[in-house]
Every structure is written in C-alpha cells, then in structure tokens.
DNA sequence: CTGTTAACCTGAGTGC
DNA sequence: TGCACTCAGGTTAACA
C-alpha cells in the first residue's frame, strides 16, 4: 500500500495525537508480521511517553522517553488509526497502543507485511536502516548522485530508483509517475542515463513525492491516513493504472510492460 | 558484485 | 453462488 507519500501522511496524522502521550498499555493479538513483534515489546513500551515520530523511507520511528525507538513499517496493507477506546475490534487489528488521552493507536494489516519491531536506545544504528539510500527532499539526493550510482548499471531505471539504497520512498506508482514527468521510459538501462536527464528524474522524482504529500497521498484501494481519511493524488496519476486509455498529454495508447514482476505504464510517445 | 525470481500473506476482482 | 485464478502500494532471501 504505502509508499513515502503515505507514510508522511500516516505519521502527520498521528503525530498530534501522540506527542507527549504516555503509552499506558500495549495489547498484541498477532505477533506474526514481517517479522515476528518482540515479546517484550508490550513490556518496554508501556509506562513510556511518546517524545516524536519520524520518518525515514517508509518506515515511521518512535522515540520514546527512555531513548529506545520503535519501528514501525506498514507493508502493503498495513494501516494505523487513532481510535476511541473500545472501538470495535475487526478482524486483522494485531496490535494496540492506548494512550493517557484515552484513545488509542491500532495497528491493522490483513496481508501481515508489515512490522512493529524494537530499537534500543545502546544500538545506534538499527540494521534494517544502516543501507537505506538518501532521503529524496535532502541535499545528498541530487543528479549527479544518481548519475554517478547509475553508471555501469544495466537494470531497468524504474527498478533502479525504486531500489531503496538508491533512493528511500519511491514505490510502484511514484516511480512510474516521475518517468512520466521526465519523459524517459521504464525499461532504459539506468547506466545509459545522460546526465541532463538524471538530474531532470531528480526533479521530478520530489515534484511528485512533493505533490502527493501535499494531496494525502494516493488511495487506490485501502490506503488511510490515521483517522481513516483518503488521499487524492490519484487525480494526478497521468500512467499508474491507465493502461490502454489515452495519455493526457499527447493521447497516445498507455502501455503497460511487467518490469521485475511490477506492473509498469509508460505513454510510448512522451517517454523515450 | 549485479540481476532475476520467488517468497512472505490475505482479500478483491474476474471469468466461467 | 461458488470455484479457480490473478493481482495488489514492499522488502528480503536465495539463486544464477
């Protein structure tokens, strides 16, 4: 479900929610998720008080008053509401948080791709972050970075920035959406990027990261924000998803090609 | 190292 | 209605 877009929007809405909140009991129904939820994760994070909520990637870091973290990922269909308490239970909410202001954070996720995974304030650095690539809106994400990344590389450039040592936050459809905006084909070969062209994919790449921030995000089929509201980028998608329907530029055909087992729209007349 | 594929899981949608 | 089948926004492990 979620790529940067969402999880900016879930961890926005639920910041104000959780600053300063003191977790007062933790609740796991389902400890199988990606990977297996700490047993004693109930345990250490309740009694602490929720001091921020990041972001890195897709992935939403909680940082608590003792200076342990939690990370949480929402996988494909992984949501996390602010709820009342003794709001209904449904079927596939594995994880519960209650807070002092007497509403809780429910963690939901049918397809169980996500995580709840705990980060000790002595680990500095926490494996599944070490590798990630730049955050796209910061300095270090630039065109001659990924130019120089790209070079001798022959895998498809939507693969490529999709490839979150590359760059963090770009999934399926944003990745499909910025090769649109930059004119340049899915399956080229990352290495035969001109630099000119990198640094246009750079752009475009936190133009439509930028957007879709500001629009909540894209719900297609399930994605939420934390208080269940959806997104609307999906009005701006100009190839995700419209196979066969005219582009919106030229009216060219959209085509669709499988790239590494992912669905990728592409119009053949605006992108070469 | 690079590149490709399957795997993890459930639900929604489609076609018969 | 029901069944078989395909596909889905992410990420890693296992392979060639």
Redesign the pocket.
């Given at each position: 479900?979620?790529?940067?877009p969402?999880v900016e929007t879930v961890r926005r809405g639920l910041e104000p929610h959780v600053l300063q909140r003191r977790i007062t009991r933790v609740l796991l129904r389902e400890p199988?998720l990606?990977w297996p939820v700490p047993e004693a994760l109930p345990r250490l994070a309740a009694k602490r008080r929720i001091e921020a909520i990041g972001r890195r990637?897709?992935?939403l870091l909680v940082t608590l008053d003792s200076g342990d973290r939690m990370i949480w990922?929402?996988?494909?269909?992984g949501r996390m509401f602010v709820l009342e308490r003794g709001h209904p239970l449904v079927?596939?909410d594995h994880l519960d948080f209650e807070l002092d202001s007497g509403q809780l954070l429910r963690f939901h996720d049918?397809?169980?791709?996500g995580a709840v995974l705990w980060w000790p304030r002595e680990e500095t650095e926490h494996?599944?972050l070490r590798?990630m690539g730049p955050e796209p809106f910061t300095p270090a994400f630039n065109g001659e970075y990924l130019f120089e990344k790209s070079r001798?590389?022959?895998?498809?450039v939507k693969?490529?920035i999709?490839?979150?040592?590359i760059v963090?936050?770009?999934?399926?459809?944003?990745?499909a959406e910025s090769l649109f905006r930059a004119g340049i084909r899915p399956t080229r070969?990352?290495?035969k990027l001109t630099r000119a062209q990198c640094q246009l994919l750079v752009e475009k790449i936190r133009e439509v990261l930028g957007e879709a921030v500001e629009l909540g995000?894209?719900?297609?089929?399930?994605?939420a924000g934390a208080r269940g509201e959806s997104?609307y980028f999906?009005q701006e998608l100009f190839v995700?998803?419209r196979e066969g329907q005219s582009c919106r530029v030229c009216g060219s055909t959209i085509k669709l090609e499988?790239?590494?087992?992912?669905?990728s729209c592409y119009c053949p007349r605006c992108q070469r």
């Open positions: 479900m979620p790529e940067l969402e199988r990606r990637g897709k992935y990922h929402l996988g494909m269909s079927k596939h049918p397809r169980r791709f494996v599944l590798a001798g590389r022959s895998v498809a693969n490529f999709m490839d979150g040592h963090v936050g770009a999934g399926n459809i944003y990745a070969a990352a290495g995000g894209t719900t297609l089929r399930d994605f997104g999906q995700y998803g499988v790239l590494g087992a992912r669905q």
